[in-house]
């Protein structure tokens, strides 16, 4: 199976603030990757697939990035409802794997 | 509007079986990629399974040969047994579609609000 490797594991921020969070993969997936952000309590929310294409409704400021196997989540400007974890997805081939998730919370 | 609600979830003994459900409306089953993600408790979300067109299914190697992935047309229904649990699939249980085309994807995006299984004697 594909090991998706998911840093920083957490990160302290400030609303404002730049937050980049990357994804790197064992092998090539093209651009076959998701972004999912999950508050407490909650079902995770798609907020990027296939790297960079943004889910309807969800916010400008989160934009994604890269191919084959490196691939980065950026927050420009970090809002008080961003804070949450976050995980990617590969969904390139089966079984689908998620990175071990990114906890963003308050610095 | 599209909506998944999973049931069957509880309290079961190392090596015992349960049978989750996922009821779905607003799509079909039949022509739908639907997954089966689990998250244990504090932790991780982690890809399951997933059945689609003509009853194809893919598990992951944690759960291969004990779980089976179902679906029933006529009650657009997809189903998850659990056999031989242990004590490390206990977790939420969220039902999901993986909306996909061809060989594309559009990402895994409508989850129901999942279903809690706890392996514990």
């Known amino acids: 199976a594909i090991q998706m490797t998911q840093s920083p594991p957490s990160l302290s921020a400030s609303v404002g603030d730049r937050v980049t969070i990357t994804c790197r993969a064992s092998?090539?997936?093209?651009?076959?990757l998701n972004w999912y952000q999950q508050k407490p309590g909650k079902a995770p929310k798609l907020l990027i697939y296939?790297?960079?294409t943004l889910q309807s409704g969800v916010p400008s400021r989160f934009s994604g990035s890269g191919s084959g196997t490196d691939f980065t989540l950026t927050i420009a400007g970090l809002q008080p409802e961003d804070f949450a974890t976050y995980y990617c997805?590969?969904?390139?081939?089966?079984?689908?794997?998620f990175g071990g998730g990114t906890k963003v919370d308050i610095k | 509007e599209v909506q998944l609600v999973e049931s069957g979830g509880g309290l079961v003994q190392p090596g015992g079986s349960l049978r989750l459900s996922c009821a779905v409306s607003?799509?079909?089953?039949?022509?739908?990629?639907m997954n089966w993600v689990r998250q244990p408790p504090g932790k991780g979300l982690e890809w399951v399974s997933v059945?689609?067109?003509?009853?194809?299914?893919f598990y992951s190697d944690s759960v291969k040969g004990r779980f089976t992935c179902s679906r029933d047309i006529s009650k657009n229904t997809v189903y998850l047994q659990m056999n031989s649990l242990r004590a490390d699939d206990t977790a939420l249980y969220y039902c999901?579609?993986?909306?996909?085309?061809?060989?594309?994807?559009?990402?895994?995006?409508?989850w129901g609000p999942g279903t809690t299984v706890t392996v514990s004697s």
């Open positions: 607003g799509l079909t089953v039949s022509s739908s990629y």
């Open positions: 999901a579609r993986r909306n996909s085309y061809g060989s594309g994807s559009y990402g895994i995006d409508v």
């Open positions: 092998q090539g997936i093209r651009n076959d």
């Open positions: 997805l590969q969904d390139h081939i089966y079984p689908l794997t």
């Open positions: 059945i689609y067109s003509g009853d194809t299914t």
């Open positions: 296939s790297t960079s």
